[in-house]
């Protein structure tokens, strides 16, 4: 990245909150370019990559505000470049968010609420409802919110942004469109038992439960 946008990141990043009606309120262009010296034209190019990056929304009348930080839209426009160059770079990101999710589960699982575990189960029934539906559905819906809502509650902005970054790429790719039934009855078997041990409090049956289901993408079916 060129070093006027890394400090143009810094200096948004920076700029204190002096509005108290509208803190997210930046200021504009005119007064950012007499501020830094730099250009409107050069800033505007500095913009539109924090625009790209999601940390700023610019809109028509309303100027410009700062967004509330995520990590996510930085690894997604690399990640999903990445995998429809190379069908390797998917498989090293499984890998890699395989991981995250091992090395942060009990962190994860110990600070869920009892409200987090009535949604849990809700969302197991939604997915099997569907599978023994007619027609069959895929509940793809069911499976990315049921790993992202173990997760929710870490307090890491950067594991919340590789691990929704996953599922951005899983979706470009488009493994959330088709997938073999008994696949899908496997996957959300072990759902069901990673569900059921964190409602018993048997978080490492829950984790073996994740392992065992890890795998199951591999062996997915073309």
């Given at each position: 990245?060129?070093q006027?946008?890394?400090?143009?990141?810094?200096?948004l990043?920076?700029?204190?909150?002096?509005?108290?009606?509208?803190?997210?309120?930046?200021?504009?262009?005119?007064?950012?370019?007499?501020?830094?010296?730099?250009?409107?034209?050069?800033l505007?190019?500095?913009?539109?990559?924090?625009?790209?990056?999601?940390l700023?929304?610019?809109?028509?009348?309303?100027?410009?505000?700062?967004?509330?930080?995520?990590?996510?839209?930085?690894?997604r426009?690399?990640?999903v470049?990445?995998?429809?160059?190379?069908?390797q770079h998917?498989?090293q990101?499984?890998?890699?968010?395989n991981?995250l999710?091992?090395?942060?589960w009990?962190?994860?699982?110990?600070?869920?609420?009892?409200?987090?575990?009535?949604y849990?189960?809700?969302?197991?029934?939604?997915?099997?409802?569907?599978l023994?539906?007619?027609p069959?559905?895929?509940?793809?819906?069911?499976?990315?919110?049921?790993?992202?809502?173990?997760?929710?509650?870490?307090?890491?902005?950067?594991v919340?942004?590789?691990?929704?970054a996953?599922?951005?790429?899983?979706?470009?790719?488009?493994?959330?469109?088709y997938?073999?039934?008994d696949?899908?009855?496997?996957?959300?078997?072990?759902h069901?038992e990673m569900?059921?041990?964190?409602?018993?409090g048997?978080?490492?049956?829950?984790?073996?439960?994740l392992?065992?289901?890890?795998?199951?993408?591999?062996?997915r079916?073309?």
């Amino acid at each position: 990245m060129h070093q006027g946008t890394v400090d143009f990141l810094r200096y948004l990043a920076q700029i204190p909150d002096e509005n108290t009606e509208d803190s997210s309120k930046l200021p504009s262009l005119q007064e950012m370019s007499a501020h830094l010296g730099v250009s409107v034209s050069k800033l505007r190019e500095h913009l539109e990559v924090a625009r790209a990056l999601e940390l700023v929304d610019v809109r028509p009348r309303l100027g410009i505000r700062r967004i509330p930080f995520s990590f996510t839209p930085a690894v997604r426009l690399s990640l999903v470049y990445g995998v429809h160059l190379d069908r390797q770079h998917f498989e090293q990101y499984a890998d890699l968010r395989n991981k995250l999710e091992h090395a942060y589960w009990y962190q994860a699982v110990a600070a869920l609420t009892p409200e987090d575990y009535r949604y849990l189960q809700r969302l197991v029934d939604q997915a099997l409802q569907k599978l023994n539906g007619v027609p069959v559905r895929i509940p793809h819906e069911e499976h990315r919110e049921l790993h992202m809502a173990i997760y929710r509650r870490l307090d890491n902005s950067f594991v919340q942004g590789l691990l929704e970054a996953f599922w951005d790429a899983y979706e470009s790719f488009g493994l959330n469109l088709y997938a073999d039934y008994d696949y899908l009855q496997q996957v959300w078997r072990y759902h069901r038992e990673m569900v059921d041990a964190i409602l018993a409090g048997d978080f490492e049956a829950g984790l073996q439960a994740l392992i065992a289901h890890k795998d199951l993408l591999h062996h997915r079916p073309s």
